[in-house]
């Protein structure tokens, strides 16, 4: 696939005077994307009826869907170097919309699994193609706030998926919970005006790069949701050849000299425990609402609901906080108000759902700051020719560490589930804050060295 040089001026970065409406639509749309993520949890257990399948392979409209996800959410990052921006969101968005349609009409399982993956495919391109705008074609002073915009998008996503699936469920039925994306339609001629003509970079795309990045990932997170010895042994041979093929490539679908940077993976490890926690959280919740306090769906989503929608308040102020002071002292904080999230989650939610309700607050508010720093960190640390590489990596490995934060809590309830259940969800959460404090004693020690440098 050969193109024109790739560069990037000053001049460049302003090009689009009208980002702030751009912004406005991408973090539209990744409220929607999310929220197609999330809401199919709550419908999954009538899929199962209605469809007469095994739970495990219920378990694939959701799993199969992360995977896809997260492999073309890299993807579309590299991608962009290559084609353009404008180009790669309506080829994503337009396989997220038909594939919805397909959905919409399916009765068999096979062609609903199918029409899940391809959602998931075509919604990669959002993530992705979203962080590398802000962070390449949004003025500096206004980037930590324009990557919080997108982020309190997704963070609504997350809250409004349980309500809008428990209520399309309940109502409707699940097959109409594939006509909630085709709202995305409303932002494409947005997306398309104002997506910025970026200049591509000379060469070609690395296909081969991207499929053993694929498999590696792909063998990853069987290893981690099928707990399989087998599949760890498939993934770390696939791991060695794809270190060894990049390392070779002039330009690679990774650049293996990201993972020699120190900076840089002291980022990707704090955004991992962010999501671990995250994904953790909005998996464990509906539980204890559920199996303790005996809450409906649509209720479960009403008690989430209050915590995503103050987060989307106050995720512009938070980044224009982090504008004004820097990423670094917002990545400590919000780690901490992270950790003080999980310790209410333990000592409290057990015996009040309204206590989980006020918790999840703190856990938003939490993980909107940590998410945002990171990735406006991560923007400033990079070089241009590192930067969608780079950011592609980092989403890569937070959704990876949302399916090894699920699997976690899975294994420690299936190790204690002779116990109580307040007991199990107490140690849960007690495992999740054990992560948060590695993370951030990390953090601690690694700006100790440096200083000390």
Known sequence: MAVVSYARTSAQKQENPQYKKLILALCFCSWFVVMNTTMFNIALPNIITDLNITPIIGSWM????????????????????????????????????????????????????????????????????????????????????????IGSGAALGFGLGPVVGGIATQFFGWNYLFLIPLMVLGFLPILMQLSPKNESREGSFDINGCLLTSCTTIAALLT?????????????????ITLFYLWKQKQPFIFPQLLLNKDYIRLLIIGLS??????????????????????????????????????????????????????????????????????????????????????????????????????????????????????????????????IGVTLCGLLMNLQKELPLYIQYERVYFMLASILVLAFSYQMIFRKVVIEK
């Open 224 to 240: 981690i949701s099928q707990t399989s010895f087998l599949f760890g042994a498939v993934f770390v041979g696939l791991a060695i």
């Open 274 to 403: 962010g999501f671990i926690f995250h994904f953790s959280n909005l998996f464990m919740m509906p539980l204890i609402l559920g199996d303790l306090h005996h809450k409906d769906p649509i209720v479960m989503g009403l008690l989430i609901f209050p915590g995503a929608i103050i987060a989307m308040f106050a995720g512009p102020y938070i980044g224009k906080l982090i504008d004004l002071y820097g990423s670094k002292r917002f990545i400590s904080l919000g780690q901490l108000t992270l950790l003080l999230a999980s310790l209410l989650f333990a000592f409290l939610a057990a015996y009040n759902p309204y206590s989980i309700m006020g918790a999840y607050i703190f856990a938003s508010i939490g993980f909107s700051m940590l998410n945002s720093s990171v990735a406006n960190e991560t923007a400033y640390l990079l070089s241009v020719e590192m930067n969608s590489a780079g950011m592609g990596l980092l989403q890569l490995l937070q959704f990876i560490g949302g399916g």
């Open 62 to 149: 959701v799993s199969g869907y992360s995977v896809a996800f997260a492999i073309f959410t890299l993807t579309f990052s590299r991608l962009s170097d290559y084609i353009s921006i404008k180009k790669l969101l309506l080829i994503g968005l337009t396989i997220f919309i038909c594939s919805s349609l397909v959905g919409f009409f399916a009765e068999n399982v096979i062609i609903l699994l199918f029409a899940r993956i391809f959602q998931a495919v075509g919604a990669g391109a959002v993530p992705g193609l979203s962080m590398i705008i802000a962070s390449k074609f949004v003025p500096i002073s206004e980037r930590a706030k324009s990557i919080a915009m």
